[in-house]
């Protein structure tokens, strides 16, 4: 792929950089990421890849915009309040940037759909607010070897790290970390537990930047490390995450 005279200038600040360059570029307009959730996470996420020139987004959500939700979804506008958000995203994405081409599913991650939407893409970036898609994506990523890069709110933290199990010693699975999902009645959602909007902004953000380095190889993958952002305290830490060898998903015992 040749890039043409417009996108060497859009994309002139990560052409001049040495890490990314020409082949960098390229490599990030052939790339295929499937962004599950067009939320509070999926909102900076989906902005930041499509300015980067990530070319083809698949975006999964079954949900309509509502007013409620414009509080931290910076993706949405008050003029597409009641539009369903997969439609509300691809407006936004376009009005960026026009390299980048939209795949609307307007479902729920299920067990009947996660394999196909996981195979066809490749990287996963989970935003979704619910344990059965995060149990889901785990699933289907470790199995069809695709990078799953899973961030997590509270009302004023925010978990994010990324799973890469299929590559054996050292890369555990979100199933290492939690092997089973709490109850319910304890898990507060955005909606009922409210969130600090821009605590899902700077989540959604050092996502998409995770999402780029693995894309590019750049760095160090948080691969069997959990990054903890506290709001109140301003602070970040990092935890290694051990590989669980009884893991149910990619534990050697299982086999
Ligand atoms: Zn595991």
Redesign the pocket.
């Known amino acids: 792929m040749e890039l043409t005279e417009a996108q060497f200038h859009r994309y002139a600040r990560h052409l001049i950089l040495d890490e990314v360059g020409e082949e960098g570029q390229e490599k990030l307009l052939a790339s295929r990421v499937l962004v599950v959730g067009a939320g509070g996470l999926g909102s900076p996420l989906l902005l930041y890849l499509a300015a980067a020139g990530v070319g083809t987004l698949g975006i999964v959500d079954d949900d309509h915009v509502d007013l409620s939700n414009l509080q931290r979804q910076v993706l949405h506008a008050t003029e597409r309040v009641g539009a369903l958000k997969v439609e509300s995203a691809r407006d936004a994405i376009a009005a960026v940037n026009p390299d980048v081409a939209v795949e609307r599913h307007a479902a729920r991650v299920t067990a009947a759909n996660a394999g196909a939407l996981v195979a066809a893409y490749d990287l996963v970036a989970d935003g979704s607010d619910n344990f059965a898609t995060r149990y889901l994506l785990t699933e289907e990523c470790?199995r069809l070897k695709r990078p799953l890069i899973a961030a997590a709110l509270s009302p004023f933290e925010g978990q994010l790290s990324t799973f890469r199990?299929y590559l054996g010693e050292g890369h555990?699975?979100?199933?290492?970390l939690f092997r089973e999902p709490p109850p319910p009645d304890l898990v507060p959602r955005c909606e009922t537990a409210g969130i600090l909007g821009a605590v899902a902004g700077v989540m959604g953000t050092l996502q998409a930047v995770e999402v780029l380095k693995e894309l590019l190889g750049l760095g160090d993958s948080l691969s069997g490390t959990l990054l903890m952002y506290d709001a109140l305290r301003t602070s970040f830490h990092r935890i290694t995450i051990p590989?669980?060898p009884a893991?149910?998903?990619?534990?050697t015992a299982a086999a």
């Open positions: 470790y199990p555990p699975c979100y199933r290492c590989k669980d893991c149910p998903t990619c534990g």
